[in-house]
């Protein structure tokens, strides 16, 4: 049974610094990992999806990074913003799989 | 948001009601969830659709049923709710070919639910 698991599960850094957040996963057996955002109170946004072929994608600010063999991936943030204050999740498809996965996810604090 | 709604936004019940919860979308996606989220075991999917009629259980599907008579409309239903079903429930859409490549999924606003 896939499981995932995002430490720390909170985090708080000071703006301007740049972050990474840690997610795992037992069975490597994947088909793709998905980066997500959830403001409090608010759904989920897609922030970044690794199929299992890729190493890393990026958007903006945001760089994910895929290391199937080790069962771990990283979303990596460049220059912290108070904006960016949310919880991140990450989820795995596995192959054959309709569901995702989810861990618990980091709760991520800018300070000002 | 890929065109979510979801339907009522809150809900307060009782013990032993039934209530239907709302998922609709705008773009025709075939492929619709309904995920509940809860402290300490996060997301966990409670059925999924994969077009009209046609739909399969997750791995919390105890309690619950869903319909699809249409594209755009995913209905779960809790038979006889429970103090256990208090919890914040997401439909969610597959986007096959999206900007983020394929497979992304889209989650609406979230439904949240007090079972008393």
């Known amino acids: 049974k896939q499981e995932v698991t995002q430490i720390p599960a909170a985090l708080s850094v000071p703006e301007g610094e740049n972050l990474v957040l840690n997610c795992s996963f037992t069975?490597?057996?994947?088909?793709?990992l998905q980066w997500f955002r959830q403001d409090p109170g608010k759904g989920l946004t897609s922030l970044l999806l690794i199929q299992s072929s890729q190493r890393e994608q990026t958007s903006g600010r945001l760089n994910a990074s895929l290391d199937k063999s080790s069962g771990r991936s990283t979303l990596y943030i460049a220059a912290s913003q108070p904006g960016d204050s949310a919880t991140y999740l990450c989820a795995v498809k596995g192959q054959g799989a309709q569901k995702l996965v989810f861990g618990q996810g980091t709760r991520l604090t800018i300070n000002p | 948001d890929a065109g979510i709604t979801q339907s009522p936004r809150h809900k307060v019940t009782e013990t032993g009601t039934p209530v239907t919860l709302r998922c609709h979308q705008t773009?025709?996606?075939?492929?619709m969830y309904w995920y509940r989220q809860d402290p300490g075991h996060g997301l966990r999917l409670i059925h999924y659709?994969?077009?009209?009629?046609?739909?399969d259980k997750g791995e919390v599907s105890d309690g619950y049923s869903v319909s699809r008579s249409k594209t755009e409309d995913f209905l779960l239903t809790l038979e006889s709710a429970t103090s256990s079903q208090t919890s914040v429930y997401f439909c969610a859409i597959r986007l096959d070919r999206g900007p983020r490549g394929t497979d992304t999924q889209y989650f609406g606003p979230g439904t949240r639910l007090t079972v008393l």
């Open positions: 069975d490597s057996a994947i088909y793709n």
């Open positions: 659709s994969y077009g009209v009629k046609d739909t």
């Open positions: 773009e025709n996606h075939r492929y």
